[in-house]
């Protein structure tokens, strides 16, 4: 019923032909801490690991890839409804200054990606005082 009413809203009457609308694919993001790294976590269910690409520059990290439609059939299929998504993303992660660049570990099991940075452990002075300013 929940379905029938989103699909109403969005001006589709029941038992009519949904045209192929493919959403893009833009798989978000958890980034967290330990004492030793920064460990990023991607859902990427369905992606072939050849096409994810990794890289890191200035601290920021850049993860891209292709998602590809599973269509094999010589006719075009024709959706009732498609709510998952394909199609090319990238993605740019700012990393924190601490973070060893040179430690990039990148690992694919089971539809998650996952990144692994080390931490170098030095902090900025900027971070270790605070600085009270009064307002005049």
């Known amino acids: 019923i929940f379905g029938q009413t989103a699909d109403r809203a969005n001006g589709i009457r029941p038992g009519s032909m949904v ?36 890289e890191v520059k200035g601290n920021v990290l850049y993860i891209s890839g292709e998602r590809s439609a599973e ?11 498609q709510e998952r998504s394909f199609g090319y993303f990238s993605r740019a992660i700012p990393l924190p200054h601490d973070a060893k660049e040179e430690s990039l570990q990148a690992k694919y099991d089971n539809g998650v990606l996952t990144v692994t940075v080390e931490r170098t452990g030095s902090v900025l002075k900027s971070q270790e005082q605070v600085q009270k300013i009064d307002v005049k």
Do not use: C, H, W
Request: glycine share 4%; no cysteine.
């Open 71 to 81: 269509s094999k059939e010589e006719q075009p299929n024709r959706y009732y409804r």
């Open 19 to 54: 045209m192929n609308q493919v959403r893009s694919f833009n798989p978000g993001y958890d980034l967290k801490q330990n004492d030793k790294a920064y460990v990023v976590t991607l859902d990427m269910p369905g992606m072939d690991k050849a096409k994810i690409n990794v």
